[in-house]
């Protein structure tokens, strides 16, 4: 009969939405110039390519990508990587905020569907996958709208088990004796309880949901008129189900991806600050990283420029070119310098006896003659000049650029460095 279920989910029509509008105040100064989903992320991928990916490879391949802050770099990238057959009606859509009701922006998640309905009424789907575009993980979707299904549920969220005294960092998702169906959506609570199955642990909400599309328009109208409401998912369309009873949660700890390993399954990364978007590349460079990229079965999709191979040259002494423990892109050059746990993205140059330790160089960044830097987060096209010393005095550091509570130095896209 597994089949013949499969066969059945198959034939529904589900449209993918994935919301991309966010500022990301918290990471600048690397969302001063480009939206959060449109960060860099791993050397050659941008933050909205994960979902796009888990999409992708569930094979759900109508998707709209909604944007509004910042969004040129975002809807570059999409319109020049994520080009689908448009003859077999596959494609994934930026839409940028159009002000259809007024001129205002969104006003929150739910109020950026309710304001693009028309692409739902457009394709009249029997569910709307709705995802947020700036987390790192991997996710096969098709499980958890099988569930969805199954349950009758208006809406299925999915959600991360977490430690109970980390409750007041998440919305919580609380449930009935069941374990499925929700039973109250709290935000940031002091005063969690823990699931019935572990009490020791919670139901983080990952962002991601899968709508009755019939209930989530009748949701998104009720919305719409209530002033006294912030227009949020999480925060107001989710509760309204919680009262109704259709609402059900989906445990990530039950999604199995093709591919994955004991280590990496299960992997979710929140990137919503500067100092977990550090911690989440470090993540990828370890012997058996915590997040691996190299599972072929669930590849991780992305475009970049036509660049030659990374190249290490010199042999002499102690100027040799070399990384270690490192993720090297297409078409850096490791000059003579050494790169140690770090990511070098396409481009990055090394010149000779230059240093680098645990850090991130986005596209392009040049690293000058004896420089060191030491857990730093550099984005794009920045020259750090010869003999320089980021990461060694927090204090000065903190006279010229960003620097997080964890004591990484954070220099933005195209800043000007002096010695």
């Known amino acids: 009969m597994h089949w013949l279920w499969r066969v059945r989910v198959l034939a529904m029509k589900v449209l993918a939405i994935v919301l991309a509008g966010g500022e990301g105040k918290r990471l600048m100064p690397l969302t001063a110039d480009r939206a959060k989903p449109a960060v860099p992320f791993g050397g050659i991928?941008?933050?909205?390519?994960?979902?796009?990916?888990?999409?992708?490879?569930?094979?759900?391949?109508?998707?709209?990508?909604?944007?509004?802050?910042?969004?040129?770099?975002?809807?570059?990238?999409?319109?020049?990587?994520?080009?689908?057959?448009?003859?077999?009606?596959?494609y994934v859509t930026p839409v940028p905020a159009q002000q259809r009701l007024g001129p205002r922006w969104f006003a929150g998640s739910a109020d950026a569907l309710f304001q693009n309905l028309n692409l739902i009424y457009?394709?009249?789907?029997?569910?709307?996958?709705?995802?947020?575009?700036?987390?790192?993980?991997?996710?096969?979707?098709?499980?958890?709208?099988?569930?969805?299904?199954?349950?009758?549920?208006?809406?299925?969220?999915?959600?991360?088990?977490?430690?109970?005294?980390?409750a007041d960092q998440f919305g919580v998702i609380e449930t009935d004796p069941t374990g499925r169906r929700m039973a109250a959506f709290r935000e940031k609570p002091k005063d969690a309880v823990g699931l019935p199955d572990a009490p020791d642990q919670i139901y983080a909400s990952m962002g991601n949901y899968v709508f009755k599309t019939q209930a989530l328009i009748e949701a998104l109208r009720e919305d719409a008129l209530d002033p006294s409401s912030r227009h949020d998912l999480g925060g107001d369309i989710?509760?309204?189900?919680?009262?109704?009873?259709?609402?059900?949660?989906?445990?990530?700890?039950?999604?199995?991806?093709?591919?994955?390993?004991?280590?990496?399954?299960?992997y979710w990364r929140d990137v919503g600050t500067l100092d977990a978007y550090y911690e989440a590349h470090m993540d990828l460079i370890s012997v058996h990283p915590v997040f691996n990229l190299y599972n072929s079965r669930w590849p991780i999709y992305t475009g970049h420029d036509p660049l030659p191979p990374a190249k290490f040259v010199h042999n002499q002494g102690e100027r040799v070119g070399r990384a270690l423990d490192s993720l090297v892109s297409p078409g850096v050059i490791v000059s003579g310098g050494t790169a140690v746990r770090s990511i070098l993205s396409p481009g990055v140059v090394l010149h000779s006896h230059s240093l680098v330790e645990d850090s991130v160089l986005m596209g392009s960044v040049k690293i000058g003659r004896g420089a060191i830097v030491r857990r730093a987060i550099i984005d794009k096209n920045v020259v750090?000049?010869?003999?320089?010393?980021?990461?060694?005095?927090?204090?000065?550091?903190?006279?010229?650029?960003?620097?997080?509570?964890?004591?990484?130095?954070?220099?933005?896209?195209?800043?000007?460095?002096?010695?």
């Not at 790192?136 to 959600?159: L, N």
């Open 238 to 266: 989710i509760p309204m189900f919680v009262k109704s009873g259709g609402a059900e949660v989906y445990d990530f700890a039950d999604n199995v991806v093709p591919g994955s390993t004991e280590r990496d399954r299960g």
């Open 122 to 166: 457009d394709e009249l789907p029997d569910h709307c996958i709705v995802f947020g575009a700036d987390h790192i993980y991997r996710m096969d979707p098709r499980q958890m709208v099988e569930q969805h299904i199954d349950s009758g549920a208006d809406v299925t969220v999915a959600a991360i088990r977490q430690p109970l005294e980390l």
């Open 45 to 90: 991928y941008r933050l909205v390519d994960f979902v796009l990916s888990n999409l992708a490879n569930s094979h759900y391949l109508q998707i709209v990508v909604l944007t509004q802050y910042k969004n040129h770099s975002l809807d570059r990238h999409i319109s020049r990587t994520w080009r689908l057959s448009a003859m077999l009606g596959n």
């Open 384 to 419: 750090v000049p010869d003999g320089a010393r980021i990461g060694f005095d927090l204090d000065y550091d903190r006279q010229r650029f960003a620097v997080t509570r964890g004591g990484i130095v954070v220099i933005g896209k195209n800043e000007i460095i002096d010695r």
